[in-house]
């Protein structure tokens, strides 16, 4: 294999854009720095989860006549208030209400909302308009414009998704560490490292090439030894979402410098025999993250910890033949943190008595607003340069 299509292959398409400890320096963060020092990790739900059958408005007639088939009745739910209620499969989650770590905000979406997974989840990972199209993700224009390491944000997965590159410097993805420094420990790896400084002054593209490829062999370097200070003895489910916010467990505890990490739970297109289905990913949600929390917990670290969970669209709210729910508009978005400045239910419910043309929840929260917010608020950076707009900021954080 050429060089140049080992690099394209192996390193430049995985999105490892990573910064040399000889280039720019390794910082690591000892346990007295690490108060203070806030995180956000965001959770997507892809497929479109149904919003109102996770976050239940169970006093709605409307909501009932609609699901004939579909809706939980109140013995399925934990009640919330008199007119709302968690999915019973959110026990996890709903402990965390009751103790003020939870915001639920409502009605979360965007003008013109596209129904296509595909292209709305870029909308919510460029925090793009409708009729608008990035090739930058949010929290990649944030690493652009605050951040000296690519490694300051973290996929947890085998591949980057769009919202982690920027123009200048892209985040990485990472599922298992220890592997990833195995990789570049290889004898070819570590030949093209030798020569790489010779090869970047001889092609600008090749060079860039190299340069990744460099970047990638130092960062794999810190990554390994930094989050070898923390292993959890927590116990997780056995399921691989849940592996995944172990190992961002793992580097928050042990003080790798990084402030967004990114993780997915996928399986949530509901078109046929929907109860079933999403009950099962809920509960796998629900105590994972349940997990992650008291892990974060126990080490002091939840306090500077915010997790947010989205989902490219919710669902329509009237069932289809099948038992299932069609592609739909606006959606609940949930916070959990251990410094929420409004926990409970952030905002007014779904008005079913009002919906759009296609029968989908009209948004009155502009998903930005939140990333506004957590850009602003959480972690103190100017969210207009990332955002390239003002959105409202939202007092949930």
């Not at 430049?12 to 203070?36: H, I, R, W």
């Not at 292993?231 to 691989?240: C, D, G, K, L, V």
């Not at 008595?353 to 602003?376: Q, W």
Request: hydrophobic share 35%; proline share 3%.
């Amino acid at each position: 294999m050429k060089r140049r299509d080992f690099l394209k292959q192996s390193v430049f398409a995985s999105g490892m854009t990573l910064v040399p400890s000889f280039l720019k320096g390794m910082e690591f963060l000892s346990p007295d720095q690490l108060s203070g020092y806030k995180n956000v990790i965001i959770i997507q739900l892809s497929g479109g989860n149904d919003g109102l059958n996770s976050i239940i408005p169970i006093s709605n007639d409307i909501y009932h006549n609609l699901r004939p088939s579909i809706a939980k009745k109140s013995n399925q739910t934990l009640k919330i208030t008199d007119h709302l209620a968690f999915n019973d499969n959110l026990k996890a989650i709903k402990n965390l209400y009751d103790q003020g770590e939870v915001s639920i905000i409502n009605n979360v979406g965007y003008p013109n909302p596209n129904r296509s997974h595909f292209r709305s989840t870029d909308i919510w990972q460029t925090a793009s308009d409708t009729n608008q199209y990035l090739n930058t993700g949010w929290v990649g224009r944030y690493l652009d414009a605050n951040c000296q390491h690519p490694y300051q944000a973290i996929e947890v997965d085998n591949s980057l998704s769009l919202a982690l590159k920027g123009d200048q410097m892209n985040g990485i993805a990472v599922s298992d560490p220890n592997q990833l420094y195995r990789t570049t420990r290889e004898p070819f790896f570590k030949n093209l490292v030798q020569n790489a400084e010779k090869e970047m002054l001889d092609e600008d593209n090749q060079g860039y090439l190299y340069k990744t490829m460099l970047e990638t062999y130092s960062s794999a370097s810190y990554i390994h030894e930094t989050s070898k200070i923390y292993q959890t003895n927590t116990e997780y489910p056995q399921n691989s979402f849940a592996k995944n916010l172990k190992t961002i467990a793992d580097f928050i505890v042990s003080g790798l410098k990084t402030r967004v990490f990114y993780s997915s739970l996928g399986g949530f297109d509901s078109h046929v025999n929907q109860l079933n289905s999403q009950d099962r990913l809920l509960n796998i949600y629900s105590e994972s993250v349940g997990a992650l929390v008291k892990d974060l917990k126990k080490n002091d670290r939840f306090k500077d910890t915010l997790i947010l969970t989205f989902s490219e669209f919710g669902r329509r709210v009237k069932q289809n033949g099948s038992r299932g729910t069609d592609h739909g508009a606006a959606n609940n978005v949930i916070a959990i943190g251990g410094a929420l400045k409004k926990a409970g239910v952030f905002n007014e419910l779904p008005n079913l008595s009002d919906l759009d043309e296609n029968g989908d929840i009209k948004y009155t929260v502009d998903f930005r607003s939140i990333y506004a917010s957590i850009l602003h608020n959480w972690l103190a950076v100017n969210d207009q340069t990332v955002l390239n707009t003002n959105f409202k900021k939202l007092g949930f954080i």
